[in-house]
C-alpha cells in the first residue's frame, strides 16, 4: 500500500506560523491537496495542487512542496485555525488514486 | 450551490450489508464533469477514501475493500450509493460522500455532512 506520513501533533501560539509537513515517495510526481476538519464536520479543501488556495480559504494558508515532502504553513495562527488538517494525494502507479495523510492535530496554545 | 447528503441505517448487525444513500441536489449527478465519492472516517480516527463513481460507469475501489464494496447511481434520483458487504466492527465510522471536479487535479470540492455507521448487534 501507499503512504502519507504526518506528525501526529502540532502547537503554535497565537499569531506565531504554523508548519504541518506530509510526506510520500510519490509526491515529486503527485499533486497534494490539504484538508481542514473541525470537530463534528466535513473537511474543508484549504490547499490544492500544492500551493493553489480555493476561493474563500485566508490568505494565511499557503502550500509548498519540496520533492518527497509537502508542507502547510499558517501564518499568523489564529484560535480558530485548531483543527486536524489531512493531506491527500495518490500514489504513481494508479493503484491508490486517493490516499490520505494520517491527519495532524494542531493546537494553538 | 451544490449540496450532498448521507443518509442510511445507523445500525447494521455484523456480516450484513451496510447501505447508504448520498442525495444531490443543486447539481446533476448525470454531468459529467464531476466523480463521486464514499469517504469513511472512524471515531477519532483519519480518513479512507472507499471508492469513486463516474458517469460512464467508470467505478474505482480502495484496494483494501475493493471485494467487498459497491458504488453505483440512481440518476433518476439524482443519488449516489455505498454497498458494504460482510461488515464488521471496524466498519463503524462516519461515512461521507463527495464530489471531485474532472480533470487532471483530484480533489474533493465538496462534501456531504457525514453519517454515523454502528456494526453491532
Known amino acids: 500500500s501507499y503512504e502519507l506520513t504526518q506528525p501526529p501533533s502540532v502547537s503554535v501560539s497565537p499569531g506565531q506560523t504554523a508548519r504541518i509537513t506530509c510526506s510520500g515517495d510519490?509526491?515529486?510526481?503527485?499533486?497534494a491537496y490539504w484538508y481542514q476538519q473541525k470537530p463534528g464536520q466535513a473537511p474543508v479543501l484549504v490547499i490544492y495542487k500544492d500551493t493553489e488556495r480555493p476561493s474563500g480559504i485566508p490568505e494565511r494558508f499557503s502550500g509548498s512542496n519540496s520533492g518527497t515532502t509537502v508542507t502547510l504553513t499558517i501564518s499568523g495562527v489564529q484560535a480558530e485555525d485548531e483543527a486536524d488538517y489531512y493531506c491527500q494525494s495518490a500514489d504513481s502507479s494508479g493503484t491508490y488514486p486517493v490516499v490520505f495523510g494520517g491527519g495532524t492535530k494542531l493546537t494553538v496554545l | 450551490q451544490v449540496q450532498l447528503q448521507e443518509s442510511g441505517p445507523g445500525l447494521v448487525k455484523p456480516s450484513q450489508t451496510l447501505s447508504l444513500i448520498c442525495t444531490v441536489s443543486?447539481?446533476?449527478?448525470?454531468?459529467?464533469?464531476?466523480?463521486w465519492s464514499w469517504i469513511r472516517q472512524p471515531a477519532g480516527k483519519g480518513l479512507e477514501w472507499i471508492g469513486r463513481?463516474?458517469?460512464?460507469?467508470?467505478?474505482n475501489y480502495n484496494p483494501s475493500l475493493k471485494s467487498r464494496v459497491t458504488i453505483s447511481v440512481d440518476t433518476s434520483k439524482n443519488q449516489l450509493s455505498l454497498k458494504l458487504s460482510s461488515v464488521t466492527a471496524a466498519d463503524t465510522a462516519v461515512f461521507y460522500c463527495a464530489r471531485t471536479p474532472v480533470g487532471p487535479e483530484y480533489y474533493f470540492d465538496y462534501w456531504g455532512q457525514g453519517t454515523l455507521v454502528t456494526v453491532s448487534s
Open positions: 510519490a509526491l515529486p510526481k503527485q499533486y
Open positions: 463513481f463516474y458517469i460512464s460507469g467508470i467505478t
Open positions: 443543486g447539481g446533476s449527478i448525470s454531468s459529467g464533469s464531476y466523480y
